[in-house]
């Protein structure tokens, strides 16, 4: 599999501007950094990666866009109970770093559940 350099650079220039905005505003960058910004960015580049495999530019077939949708909702729904997860330790006193490994196994099993499904 190979990646072009915009993919890269579209996965690199969303890294770099949450980064940004967070130094300017955490509201802002929380909306960066969640969907349905990183699912749109998520969607396009696995949907170029499909054509690429293909070695044809478009394609009449849309499986592939459900099955694509259907991955970015499973990440989506494990993302939402990481976050609810975090919230919910973090306002019964927990620190950073227990709050992260508590709301990550709450996130893989949520994953791993839903593999399933």
């Not at 998520?42 to 099955?67: C, G, P, T, W």
């Not at 950073?96 to 099993?109: E, G, H, I, K, R």
């Amino acid at each position: 599999m190979s990646m072009d350099y915009f993919d890269l650079f579209l996965s690199l220039a969303s890294v770099i501007l949450v980064a940004f905005l967070g130094e300017l505003n955490p509201t802002l960058a929380a909306a960066g950094a969640t969907p349905p910004i990183t699912s749109s960015i998520a969607i396009v580049l696995f949907d170029r990666q499909h054509y690429r495999n293909m070695k044809r530019k478009d394609s009449k077939d849309q499986f592939h866009l459900v099955e694509i949708s259907g991955k970015v909702v499973k990440g989506v729904t494990a993302s939402l109970v990481f976050a609810i997860c975090f919230h919910f330790l973090a306002r019964n006193k927990f620190s950073l770093w227990p709050c992260m490994v508590f709301s990550c196994v709450a996130w893989t099993m949520t994953w791993v559940m839903l593999q399933y499904y």
